[in-house]
């Protein structure tokens, strides 16, 4: 036996079986998770290829062979992972992890396969893990794998990630942090979670929720559609001419996807939630913004804090659009009754009615930090869900 075949046989192991879709080479794989518990730069290549392989299995395992997932689970496979992650050098095969488990959840389809691989609260120390967020890699990965595990969620499968006895749910809470990242598609994964989540009809979970979260990243939320109304005004203002009309499109098409958004969560029928996005919407955005910048601008003097002016074919076509894609009736036909009547009497007696609620600031405090004494302080200390 030559130098390279041990060298190679020390860190593989016994020699691979022939049927790669099997039982024996996912004992095999095991055989190098155990003789690699280390990363290191000799064999993060290997440690990478194994977990890809492993993936692999456990599918086709889900299928065909169901004593593939008791052997992955009676071994503890999952905890390797986790361990590779909180190395110093598992940054080099965290990307991978990832990419694997979204593999893994994407294509698993019985149901018994899924709780399996939900049991022992592994998922969720993953979820909770302190990944390198500065690297665009793993944050697509991380934010995929996110929404791949709520297309999993229903009323048994929300058992694994909502914890109502610690009151915790890493799922949604990280998820979340995540509502305004310079990526498109970050959001539009962020969002698609969101609904898949408020869907579920749990009402333990729902109260987490609206008592947690709700008012924090509903205000934080419509506080970042305004900022992207004001742009859009600044671009109407400033740039009327052919060539800036790519960009107009561009920032009208994320407009819209922002109404659709809140349309898509009203449409769910979920009252208390709707409630308190209404409430945001209506206080933070469309009064404030909208209706008062319809009020003609000698009146303001009267009026309390008059820096939001949109211009007013901008606000009538903006509104044009809430019109035509929300449908829900107490934000409609309230906000029809507003304009109908606006003078700077109405606009008073709005003030007077809503009392503090109208809001020319920012939320109190950012969504990361409102959420940050629902996190758990460490992984390792995020108990079973029960």
């Known amino acids: 036996m030559d130098m390279l075949t041990r060298a190679r046989n020390s860190l593989f192991g016994a ?48 299928q065909h062979d169901s004593s593939v997932f008791d052997y992955f689970l009676e071994r503890g496979m999952l905890i390797y992972f986790l361990d590779y992650m909180r190395q110093k050098n598992g940054r080099f095969i965290c990307v991978q992890i990832l990419q694997t488990l979204n593999i893994l959840f994407e294509n698993i389809r019985n149901e018994t396969s899924l709780y399996y691989l939900l049991s022992n609260n592994h998922v969720n120390r993953i979820i909770l893990h302190k990944f390198d967020f ?8 991380y934010i995929s794998f996110l929404k791949t595990l ?11 990630f909502y914890n109502e006895r610690n009151n915790d749910f890493p799922l949604y809470v990280e998820a979340i942090k995540f509502f305004n990242h310079p990526e498109t598609m970050v959001r539009i994964a962020v969002r698609t979670l969101t609904l898949n989540v408020y869907k579920v009809s749990d009402p333990g979970m729902h109260r987490f929720i609206l008592d947690c979260t709700a008012t924090e990243y509903f205000s934080n939320f419509v506080w970042f559609i305004r900022n992207h109304v004001l742009d859009f005004d600044s671009l109407i203002r400033n740039n ?34 709707n409630n308190v996005l209404k409430d945001q919407l209506m206080n933070r955005l469309l009064i404030p913004v909208y209706i008062f910048s319809l009020i003609k601008r000698d009146k303001f003097s009267r009026v309390k804090d008059p820096r939001i002016m949109l211009d007013q074919l901008s606000t009538l076509f903006l509104l044009a659009e809430v019109f035509l894609v929300i449908h829900y009736r107490p934000v409609v036909e309230e906000l029809a009754d507003i304009i109908l009547s606006a003078d700077v009497e109405t606009v008073e007696a709005i003030q007077h009615r809503y009392g503090e609620q109208i809001s020319y600031s920012l939320p109190p405090a950012s969504l990361e930090i409102c959420l940050a004494k629902y996190e758990a302080n460490d992984e390792s200390d995020a108990s079973d869900p029960g």
């Open 240 to 273: 009327r001419d052919v060539n800036h009309r790519g960009q107009l499109t561009s920032s009208l098409e994320e407009y819209l996807d922002h109404i659709h958004y809140l349309q898509d969560i009203f449409l769910l029928n979920v009252d208390n939630l």
């Open 134 to 141: 500065s690297d665009e890699e793993i944050t697509a990965y």
């Open 15 to 62: 020699t691979q079986p022939r049927n790669l879709h099997s039982l024996d080479n996912l004992k095999y794989l095991y055989g190098v998770l155990q003789r690699n518990t280390t990363v290191s730069d000799a064999n993060r290549d290997l440690l990478t290829e194994t977990l890809r392989s492993i993936s692999e299995i456990l599918i086709w395992g889900d």
């Open 150 to 160: 709520s297309l999993k969620l229903n009323k048994h499968s929300i058992n694994f």
